[in-house]
Nanobody
Framework: QVQLVESGGGLVQAGGSLRLSCAAS????????MGWYRQAPGKQRELVAT???????NYADSVKGRFTISRDNAKNTVNLQMDSLKPEDTAVYYC????????WGQGTQVSVSS
């Protein structure tokens, strides 16, 4: 099983930026889809963005134009650049390896103050 470790979370003011990184313990090229999800207090976990091994991306409507997902198969990392952050982006952000594996990281907290 591949271990995923997220980093880069923190506290930022509205309008600011953060860059999340997810480091995998093994070769990620064999996994077609990787992504980022988030879970706010009292809410269900939701999709933020996904990326395929060849770089095709998909975003939640709420983050389109503000967030950018990228993937480096050689470095076994998946990143999430978050710009123009809003208070409603506050959540724990999780890295994911998709179907059929469904591996998750431990999460990193992102807090956006108004």
């Amino acid at each position: 099983q591949v271990q995923l470790v997220e980093s880069g979370g923190g506290l930022v003011q509205a309008g600011g930026s953060l860059r999340l990184s997810c480091a995998a313990s093994g070769n990620i090229f064999r996994f077609n889809v990787m992504g980022w999800y988030r879970q706010a207090p009292g809410k269900q976990r939701e999709l933020v963005a996904t990326i395929t091994r060849y770089g095709s991306t998909n975003y939640a409507d709420s983050v389109k134009g503000r967030f950018t997902i990228s993937r480096d198969n050689a470095k076994n990392t998946v990143n999430l650049q978050m710009d123009s952050l809003k208070p409603e982006d506050t959540a724990v952000y999780y890295c994911n390896i998709g179907y059929p594996y469904n591996y998750w990281g431990q999460g990193t907290q992102v807090s956006v103050s108004s």
